[in-house]
């Protein structure tokens, strides 16, 4: 009981993902649905933020990355920074999810 408490105050965090919607790059609308499919599959549940809806969003985002080139996705929990696609990738592969997502 105590453990699908603790599992349940967790989950209740919420994961961000900034996007865009709007982006030509295939290989960052490949890696959009990649990182969406795994929180889906993996029932955690998550915020997407378009950062083609605002004009300050893109800059939020590189501001909270630390990096003034980052591009979407990119992925927070509770405003901390977890990472990027790939980091979201290697976590998964090793079977460290939730540790990369904090939660």
């Not at 105590?2 to 890696?31: D, E, G, H, W």
């Not at 590189?62 to 990472?83: E, H, M, W």
């Amino acid at each position: 009981m105590f453990i699908f408490k603790r599992l349940q105050a967790q989950l209740s965090k919420t994961v961000q993902v900034y996007i865009c919607n709007v982006t030509p790059s295939r290989n960052i609308r490949s890696m959009q649905a990649e990182v969406t499919r795994i929180l889906e599959a993996s029932k955690i549940p998550f915020e997407l933020i378009d950062i083609a809806s605002g004009e300050t969003l893109l800059e939020e985002m590189r501001s909270k990355t630390s990096n003034p080139t980052a591009l979407p996705p990119q992925i927070f929990n509770n405003d901390v920074y977890c990472g990027d696609y790939y980091q979201l990738h290697e976590a998964t592969e090793n079977g460290e999810l939730l540790q990369f997502l904090r939660l």
